[in-house]
């Protein structure tokens, strides 16, 4: 029996009504501020459906482009003011920065309260022990789509492929929360297609197009597919095989249309959040 498409798009659409919603009752506009280095076209398209998003649900945001020549110095500054800029209540600067500039140093430069990506080192360490943090977006949208399909990850043997900062190891966190049993993998991991047997739930982010097969999948399992591809005919393909796991697995997220949608979804929730505890002060 072939899976059931876990649908990232309308699940980012209901989410985002939602939060549409709620904006309008809160009497006052979230601020995103979005900061991109230099004109990689993968980033500028991810800037501009951000700044589109935010208009969409009532939020405020405003884009700050910065030549590729922008000093370290320059962008901390640019930081440490949108930091005491009480209508703005998140800061995401758009990663990859240019080679000459310390990715760490900027993204710990960012105030804790405003760490919309929720990349902080405080706010990474608040989740791994299971305190209050802002989640990483693309691992929430994950821990979303499971939650508005109905799939309880406790007890499941659930196995994460990649180990990045952005993904792997917080939605490994974040299943642990939910009380799965969880496993990382990587690429030296020996006999990954064995493990990946094994998931009930399947996380496949390691950014190797289709390295994943349905013969690596367990009969039933939950496939989320986080990897975004282009082929050499310039297709848009997943981690994951689509076609070969789709007959194996339970639920399985498509490529496009599945995990992408659910990212800046997100990040909307997160600078509501924000907006709101600005609000309590």
Excluded at 35 to 56: F, M, T
Aim: proline share 5%; hydrophobic share 40%; glycine share 8%.
């Amino acid at each position: 029996m072939a899976a059931k498409i876990i649908d990232g798009k309308q699940i980012a659409k209901e989410v985002r009504e939602q939060i549409k919603k709620e904006v309008a009752e809160l009497g006052f506009k979230p601020g995103l501020a979005v900061i991109l280095v230099g004109d990689d076209p993968a980033s500028q398209v991810y800037v501009r459906n951000k700044h589109k998003s935010c208009g969409e649900v009532g939020m405020y945001s405003e884009v700050h482009r910065l030549p590729a020549e922008t000093s370290q110095e320059e962008l901390l500054q640019l930081i440490d003011k949108l930091n005491n800029d009480d209508k703005i209540h998140g800061i995401l600067v758009q990663l990859p920065l240019p080679d000459h500039i310390d990715e760490k140093m900027v993204i710990d430069a960012i105030a804790l309260e405003k760490d919309v990506d929720g990349f902080h080192p405080a706010n990474v360490g608040n989740l791994v022990i299971g305190d209050d943090c802002y989640y990483p977006c693309t691992p929430h949208g994950c821990m979303v789509m499971l939650e508005k399909c109905g799939i309880d990850p406790k007890g499941k043997k659930a196995v994460v492929v990649g180990r990045s900062n952005i993904v792997g190891k917080p939605v490994a966190m974040m299943l642990l929360a939910k009380h799965a049993t969880v496993t990382i993998c990587h690429s030296r991991t020996q006999n990954l297609a064995e493990e990946c047997r094994q998931a009930d739930i399947l996380v496949a982010a390691v950014g190797r197009p289709e390295m994943i097969t349905g013969d690596m999948i367990k009969e039933g399992a939950v496939v989320i597919d986080v990897g975004i591809n282009r082929t050499e005919d310039g297709k848009l393909v997943g981690d994951v095989h689509f076609e070969s796991a789709k007959e194996k697995a339970s639920w399985i997220t498509p490529v496009p249309g599945g995990v992408g949608p659910m990212t800046i979804t997100m990040l909307l929730q997160n600078t509501l959040e924000a907006a709101k505890r600005s609000a309590k002060k």
